[in-house]
Structure formats: C-alpha cells, structure tokens
C-alpha cells in the first residue's frame, strides 16, 4: 500500500459527482425519516451534516453505503444506481468506502491489529503486507505504540482514532464519518477533529461528515493541515475551506445546501436559532 498520505487513484471514479440523491424518500413503519431529499457531493468535496437528533442523518450515510434502500427516489454512487444494486455489488462498491461507525464500533475480542486489517484479512491480503499497512494507517493517526493493544485497553479518543485507522487503510475512494467526535469531551474532539482535517487536505478523499457539535463543524471550515507543521492551524485572514459545503436536515428534510458563509448569513428563523 502507498503512504496513507498520498491521495488515493481516482482514474476509476467517473468523472462528475461522487455522490448523488435525486428525491429520495425512506420511512420504518409508518414514520417517514427523509422525505424528497436531493443533493449531491462533488469529487474532492467534504460534505457536513447538522440537523436535530432523530432526524435521519445516520441513516441518510446508512443508505450511500447501501446498508438500506430507500422507499423511492434514485442514489448514484461513483457514476452507479445503488438503488437497486445487488448485494453482491454493493459489497464491491463498500470496498470503495471507509465507514467510521457512532462509537467506533470496534471487536472487542481483536487486537488494534486485528481491528484496523479486518477488511484485509477478510480479502486474503498476506500477514508481512497487512502487518506494514497496519503500521502505516496507525502512524498516520497518531497511535503507533497501540497496536497490540485490546479496545478495552483504549481511551474513547484512542478506539475513535482506530476507527479511522480501520476506514482509510484501503485508501477508499469516499469516507462516511457518523458522528466521529459524539460522546468526547471537547479536547479529545479537536484531536479527533485535527484528524478528519489531516486526511481531508492530505489525501483528498471526498467525504461526508454528520456532527452534533456546531464548533466541530466550524472549526473543519475554517482551518487547515499545515503538514510541514504536523498540526492543524486557522485559515490566514479568517479564510474557509472551499471544499467544505454544509447540508442541515431538520424532520427529515433538507432546510439549507450551501457554503459556510451561506450558513452563517442565512436569514432563516429556525436555522438561526440552530446556530445561535
């Protein structure tokens, strides 16, 4: 495997957006979760996702890596209708996609090891090449010395940070974060946080991000990964990250697409109590 740093081969993706909802519409039971949702994500692009709880966020990234169908409407992912894909592909199509799950999500009876190789293992690759591309995803988030190490034995920003290890070390074409900071206090957030920010502007990979927490979101639109540094660092002159757009839902429908400073000059009563 290349260096993790090194932005991942998009010969293979179509040219044209990487993700896209043309009027899609799902409900469990009888409640309707998103109605008529349409967007779409550019290749490149880092897409942010606020919203209320419970108003269908996690399952809107649940349906781009078809883990469920939606009722109507059409999703293509890399040029493809998922829609109504066969599972079979849509398992090649997840191996396209790193997944970092509410949580972490973790085995608990693995190793870090074991934890972050598991799609590896699962595609036969050899022990020496799993072990070095182990090494390399591990480095990249700030954990070497863990590798041995249970979930049990990890801090909530440790397990968070081999979760990430686990979804880019196929170097993935797209990345799907769920709330990739819930349930952590404020510094180990912006570590977190430091991190999406390191793969976003280092390896390119487009991506769609769900946050509750307004400062985690802002602060992914205005700084940047100084690589010489090695750290994450504002933007010069209060500047915004042009590839970060925001998408926030609210009852399961889109009320705002658009930019950061769109967002924040948005003249809508309730998204401005949102934000306040």
Do not use: C
């Not at 992912?77 to 109504?84: D, K, L, P």
């Amino acid at each position: 495997m290349a260096d993790p740093q090194t932005p991942p081969d998009t010969a293979n993706i179509p040219s044209g957006p990487v993700v896209v909802f043309d009027n899609v519409s799902i409900r469990f039971d009888v409640k309707p979760v998103l109605e008529n949702i349409s967007f779409q994500v550019e290749r490149g692009q880092q897409l942010i996702i606020l919203g209320p709880a419970g108003t269908g966020k996690s399952v809107l990234l649940k349906l781009v890596d078809g883990l469920l169908e939606p009722d109507s409407g059409t999703i293509t992912v890399f040029g493809e209708n998922i829609t109504r894909m066969r599972e079979t592909d849509r398992f090649k199509l997840r191996n396209r996609i790193g997944m970092v799950f509410q949580e972490s999500a973790l085995f608990d009876s693995l190793t870090v090891e074991d934890n972050v190789a598991y799609r590896l293992n699962e595609e036969r690759v050899p022990r020496d090449e799993s072990h070095r591309r182990v090494e390399e995803v591990l480095n990249f988030v700030a954990l070497p010395t863990a590798i041995s190490k249970f979930p049990s034995e990890l801090s909530g920003g440790m397990r968070r940070r081999v979760s990430i290890a686990r979804a880019i070390i196929t170097k993935p074409d797209l990345i799907l974060y769920d709330s990739p900071t819930g349930g952590l206090d404020p510094i180990t957030s912006t570590t977190i946080v430091e991190l999406v920010v390191k793969q976003r502007d280092v390896s390119h990979t487009t991506s769609l991000l769900i946050t509750h927490r307004l400062q985690d979101a802002f602060t992914l639109a205005t700084h940047r990964f100084n690589v010489e540094a090695d750290k994450m660092e504002p933007i010069p002159n209060g500047g915004i990250e042009d590839s970060t757009k925001f998408l926030v839902l609210n009852e399961g429908k889109i009320v705002f697409e658009g930019s950061t400073e769109e967002l924040v000059h948005s003249e809508d009563p309730w998204l401005k109590q949102y934000l306040s």
